[in-house]
């Protein structure tokens, strides 16, 4: 009898452990919990024809013109609706400019305190919005 039990018991496990990790793993799907959330709140905010800075990942949510510009637009002077910065991204670019071109990193802070405002924020993007004839 007791050996039957552990039969059932180990049988229970077996089938109960993919379902366990398969919750698990779709919890944590970044996909659903970090980007598709920050792609809503972009897309919220201003019509798909309007120039947006963000990752190259924001190119398979949102349509429309797109730009990769870690530079804010400082060296291209493009404007620019929406900026979507990934937190890591900013911390490195900040510190990088601040050490080698301080004019560059006051006109980031600049446009990042007073041009731009942030509307959404997650664990790994901020999404600002900035005001249409700012240019940046």
Known sequence: MRSLSLILGGMILHAAFPLLASAAVSRRNPIETV????????????????????????????????????????????????IVIEKTDLKGTLNGVQIHNVGRYNRIETLLQKVCSPQFENSHYIVYSCRPSSPL
Do not use: K, W
């Open 35 to 82: 980007y598709r959330p920050a792609v809503a709140a972009l897309q919220s905010l201003h019509a798909q024809d309007q120039r947006v800075f963000a990752p190259p990942e924001f190119i398979f949510g949102r349509p429309g013109p797109y730009v990769f510009d870690a530079r804010f637009g400082n060296i291209s002077h493009r404007q620019t609706a929406s």
